[in-house]
């Protein structure tokens, strides 16, 4: 009864729950939750409609600057065989996708900020939009780089970028990264800022079932996002990685299946919170559960990622143990896609860019 009271207060708007609420509802029993997942479906329905956009993944090279504790690209990792995709390969893949009819693509690689690369990214930013007379929408998930390089991004044609938080608790922070200046809490919300101020759609999000998360800390993360206005969200469960140093701790996250069930409560409430965003199913949800994805769509989730990086690179591309490879041959994957989604009582927009309407309703306030 309680429950519905407060899945009633976050549908009203402005949505006024607090952290205490949201906490409520992320450690209820799983009997209680039937309100909440279907409100949430309803709000999906009604304010983004019961559509799933696709964007191709183009996971550009795995060369990383940085060292995050969880992560298996980490610079440290010397297990992980590092590979760039060359300029050809980048535009066959983009022309790939706009002839699947994606509306939109994702360049995602490593973190780099030297001159060379910025210069590279901005001229391949160019030749995907003159191979694909300007069909494709573009997003970068790049990492942190300065002001002048957002924007110089922004100009080559980039209209959406990527870049989670992973955590909106400081402190937690700090435990999941080196304690060094390269990896600084201060610096991932000042480029947040930058990104929106450059005029992108921005996204983040967070990892959910991380060793010393409590689920105050996921409250919390949710008005984080709330209060940053967020406009596209990608969040997914934490999935340790034997070469990691966090993997010393994996005895601190939950089991799988809870954060796969948080994960889940994450997407419903945010969609109920935040009734306009883009919410991404994450390519982590199906490394615990087949039909992972397909969850997140029954949820509130609106977008998926295809996975359209070249197969002979996906192997090193390994974020986190039992990542999903796309199957060998991309029409039978796509077609498996489609299958799950219909499964969701969505269809695929085909065709269609899918910005994020709340970045519209950003702009006018
Ligand atoms: N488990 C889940 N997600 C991870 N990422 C990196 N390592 C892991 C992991 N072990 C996510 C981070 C990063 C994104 C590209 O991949 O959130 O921002």
Redesign the pocket.
């Given at each position: 009864m309680e429950f519905e009271l407060e899945v009633e207060k976050l549908a009203t708007t402005p949505c006024n729950i607090t952290a205490n609420e949201l906490e409520a509802l992320l450690t209820a029993d799983s009997n209680h939750l039937a309100p909440l997942f279907s409100t949430a479906a309803q709000i999906k329905t009604r304010f983004v409609g019961n559509k799933v956009y696709f964007r191709g993944l183009i996971e550009f090279s795995n060369r990383c600057a940085k060292d995050?504790l969880?992560?298996?690209i980490r610079c440290s990792n010397s297990k992980a065989g590092r590979y760039e995709l060359s300029d050809q390969e980048v535009i066959d893949t983009a022309r790939l996708a706009a002839d699947l009819n994606f509306g939109s693509i994702v360049i995602?690689a490593g973190e780099r900020t030297d001159k060379q690369y910025i210069r590279h990214i901005s001229s391949l930013l160019e030749q995907i939009h003159a191979a694909t007379n300007n069909t494709l929408g573009i997003t970068l998930?790049l990492g942190e780089q300065s002001e002048e390089t957002y924007r110089l991004w922004f100009e080559s044609g980039a209209t959406r970028y990527l870049l989670?938080i992973?955590t909106s608790n400081e402190q937690l922070y700090k435990k999941l990264h080196p304690n060094n200046a390269n990896h600084s809490f201060a610096t991932r919300l000042n480029c947040l800022e930058l990104l929106q101020k450059a005029g992108f759609q921005t996204g983040t999000?967070v990892?959910i079932g991380l060793p010393f998360q409590t689920e105050a800390d996921l409250a919390r993360d949710l008005l984080f996002m709330r209060d940053f206005d967020i406009d596209m969200v990608g969040m997914?469960?934490?999935?340790?990685?034997a070469d990691?140093p966090l993997y010393a701790h994996s005895h601190l996250s939950p089991p799988v299946q809870k954060r796969f069930d948080l994960t889940i409560r994450m997407i419903a409430l945010l969609r109920v919170m935040m009734k306009d965003v883009n919410i991404a199913s994450t390519t982590?949800l199906q490394a615990i559960r087949a039909d992972g994805r397909e969850a997140g769509l029954r949820v509130g989730a609106n977008v998926m990622m295809p996975n359209l990086t070249p197969l002979k690179y996906q192997e090193n591309y390994f974020?986190?143990q039992n990542k999903p490879r796309a199957n060998e041959h991309t029409l039978t994957y796509i077609r498996e896609l489609e299958a799950s989604i219909l499964r969701a009582g969505d269809v695929v927009a085909y065709g269609e860019k899918g910005n994020p309407l709340h970045f519209y309703s950003r702009e006018k306030k």
């Open positions: 995050c969880y992560c298996g995602q998930s989670r992973e999000g990892m997914g469960p934490y999935i340790e990685h990691t982590a974020l986190y």
